[in-house]
């Protein structure tokens, strides 16, 4: 991870700290019945909807950074209003996705994601909490928070929290408890990453003496 910024108005600022290579996802939080378009050279891999909260979606988007890379991203919906965040990741695969899986969650003041699987000791397990209004979070001991703001626009402002962390083990990985101050109604997401495997290792042999004149 090297780097986060939100964004309003669907305008998605590229880190200053971005590469060539590196990934950039995009969470875009939009009402539940909204299609996102992303601009070219972004694909999308999830769209994750509660089953019975109408206020909220979360779309997951990829880019690769270029050499010749704009300052920014436009994006759109085509009902509602919509605001996200940028994540900036050095080292994660092209594979993208493992698993995603994205539960609703009745008004609380705590609220855990759902399990999900680990194929890889190095899989990344991204977490995401978002509702619509003025509600502060706290990440689960657990994980490092990356991510964690509000829009500021009323009434239907909107908070999201991403933390991730390497759990180090495959298989199933059970969901991660954030705390939300005052209680609210959420979406929470758990989403696998693939992190690219390390390079292999260049195999050296050693020249054999009185072999081509070595001696």
């Not at 999308?44 to 979606?57: C, F, G, M, R, V």
């Not at 991204?126 to 009323?154: H, I, K, L, Q, S």
């Not at 990453?193 to 195999?203: E, F």
């Amino acid at each position: 991870f090297l780097a986060a910024e939100g964004f309003m108005a669907l305008t998605a600022p590229v880190p200053r700290a971005a590469r060539a290579g590196d990934l950039l996802l995009a969470l875009v939080l939009t009402t539940h019945t909204a299609t996102l378009t992303a601009p070219d050279g972004w694909e999308t891999l999830t769209h994750l909807t509660a089953p019975t909260n109408a206020l909220a979606a979360i779309w997951l988007l990829r880019h690769r950074i270029e050499d010749l890379e704009p300052a920014t991203h436009e994006f759109s919906v085509d009902a509602g209003a919509a605001w996200g965040a940028v994540l900036l990741y050095r080292g994660l695969a092209e594979a993208g996705v493992v698993a995603s899986v994205a539960a609703d969650q009745a008004s609380s003041a705590s609220h855990k994601t759902p399990s999900a699987t680990a194929t890889t000791y190095s899989d990344l397990l991204v977490g995401v909490w978002a509702e619509y209004g003025a509600a502060v979070w706290t990440a689960p001991g657990t994980m490092t928070e990356r991510f964690n703001a509000f829009d500021g626009v009323g009434p239907t402002t909107r908070t999201i929290l991403v933390a991730d962390q390497l759990p180090g083990v495959t298989g199933s990985i059970g969901g991660s408890t954030a705390t939300v101050s005052p209680a609210a109604t959420a979406i929470a997401c758990s989403i696998m990453l693939a992190a690219s495997p390390p390079p292999r290792a260049v195999a050296i042999t050693r020249p054999t003496p009185g072999a081509f004149g070595i001696r």
